[in-house]
Every structure is written in structure tokens, then in C-alpha cells.
């Protein structure tokens, strides 16, 4: 998969051997090397959407290293695919990047972040629609773990519409799935919504 945020490698930046101590905290030239550390990117992905893997895939540029946890239990959502296979379908697409690992958890986020050694948990924001429910889990989640930051990314335009409760809509009523989920993913969905 390719990696969206390449491009803005070319960015204008001031030079890093610049001596003006008041551009060191907003400059991230100066920060620390490390590259942000572990962070955690929760879901259920059921099933993956190429929404998810752009925020994926942007986080994985900017953490050293990205923990995909694809959630293994249906306190919230019954799911058509078992953890395996919501599983398998993420690290067929994020083989090519090096710097992330895909598991499922079935215990508290912010215990398999700790697990993990993640200090941050990267979430995606699609619309106002998403803020109510991300709010009150950050709020669960920095009372059980003040330590552990949560962080969002804005999805891109192309994907602010998009969702897996309604990739399964379309695929129940034989819509076309192109531009959605990945090719084996809007197979795979076909055939699991024809039992
Ligand atoms: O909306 P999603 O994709 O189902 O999100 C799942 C998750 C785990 C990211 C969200 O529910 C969350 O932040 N939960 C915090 C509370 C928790 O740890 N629940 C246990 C999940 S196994």
C-alpha cells in the first residue's frame, strides 16, 4: 500500500542547523528522533474499508510503530467475519508496510496499548457524527489511563461518507463495492452476506 503522506516530505521546512530557540517547539525537526514511538488503531473492522487503511497507513507514517487491534468480542457488534479473518483481510493490505503489525484483542484498548507498549491510541474522525462516541470513549479511556493520549486523524474527503455498517448495506442488496473495500474484501463480503 502505497503511503499518501510521501508526498509531503517535500513540504517547505526551515533548516534544521537553524539556531533560533523559539522555532523548537513547533519545528518537528528539532523534536526528539524518536518518530512518535508505539501507537494502538483500534476497531472492529468489519470489514476493513479503504478508509480505514488511509488512516492506517497515514499513521503508520508518522508512529515508528502501528498496532492495527482489530477488537475480538461482541460487547458493542455482532460480526459477519470471525477476528481471524477481519484479521487476515488488514494484513493482506499493509504487508508492503514495514512498520505495522495487525493483532486481535479482546480485553480493555487501553491494556492492549500498555501490552503493546503504546503510548498513544490513533483513531479516525469522520464527521460530527463520529465526535459524541469517540469523545466518550476518550474520556473512559485517559480515566482508566491518564498516560496513554488519544489522538485523531481526519479521514480523507473521499472516505468522510464511508463506514462498514454501510459497505454491508450495499453489499446485502448486490450494490457495487468498487472504491470501498479492498477487491478480496468485497468478494469475501459477497459471499458471507449470501448464507
Ligand atoms: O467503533 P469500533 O470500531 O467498534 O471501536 C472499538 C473500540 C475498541 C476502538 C472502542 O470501542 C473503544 O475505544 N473502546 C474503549 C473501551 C474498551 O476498552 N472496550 C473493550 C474493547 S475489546
Known amino acids: 500500500m502505497s503511503n499518501p503522506s510521501d508526498s509531503n516530505d517535500s513540504a517547505p521546512?526551515?533548516?534544521?542547523?537553524?539556531?533560533?530557540?523559539?522555532?523548537?517547539?513547533?519545528?518537528?525537526?528539532?523534536?526528539?528522533?524518536?518518530?512518535?514511538?508505539?501507537?494502538?488503531?483500534?476497531?472492529?473492522?468489519?470489514?476493513?474499508?479503504?478508509?480505514?487503511?488511509?488512516?492506517?497507513?497515514?499513521?503508520?507514517?508518522?508512529?515508528?510503530?502501528?498496532?492495527?487491534?482489530?477488537?475480538?468480542?461482541?460487547?458493542?457488534?455482532?460480526?459477519?467475519?470471525?477476528?481471524?479473518?477481519?484479521?487476515?483481510?488488514?494484513?493482506?493490505?499493509?504487508?508492503?508496510?514495514?512498520?505495522?503489525?495487525?493483532?486481535?484483542?479482546?480485553t480493555l484498548l487501553v491494556d492492549f496499548a500498555r501490552e503493546n507498549g503504546a503510548r498513544t491510541i490513533v483513531k479516525g474522525l469522520r464527521a460530527i457524527s463520529d465526535f459524541e462516541y469517540e469523545f466518550e470513549m476518550n474520556q473512559l479511556n485517559r480515566k482508566m489511563a491518564p498516560d496513554i493520549e488519544s489522538m485523531y486523524l481526519m479521514s480523507a474527503p473521499e472516505f468522510s461518507f464511508l463506514s462498514s455498517s454501510g459497505v454491508k448495506e450495499v453489499a446485502t442488496f448486490g450494490g457495487d463495492l468498487t472504491g470501498l473495500v479492498p477487491p478480496h474484501v468485497a468478494e469475501r463480503l459477497k459471499e458471507a452476506l449470501r448464507r
Open 13 to 106: 521546512m526551515s533548516n534544521a542547523s537553524d539556531s533560533n530557540d523559539s522555532t523548537r517547539m513547533s519545528n518537528p525537526s528539532h523534536a526528539s528522533p524518536s518518530n512518535g514511538g508505539t501507537a494502538v488503531c483500534p476497531g472492529s473492522y468489519d470489514p476493513v474499508t479503504l478508509g480505514h487503511l488511509d488512516i492506517i497507513s497515514r499513521a503508520a507514517h508518522v508512529f515508528d510503530n502501528l498496532v492495527v487491534g482489530v477488537v475480538n468480542h461482541h460487547i458493542r457488534k455482532k460480526t459477519v467475519f470471525t477476528a481471524e479473518e477481519r484479521t487476515a483481510f488488514i494484513e493482506a493490505e499493509v504487508a508492503e508496510l514495514g512498520n505495522v503489525q495487525v493483532k486481535a484483542f479482546d
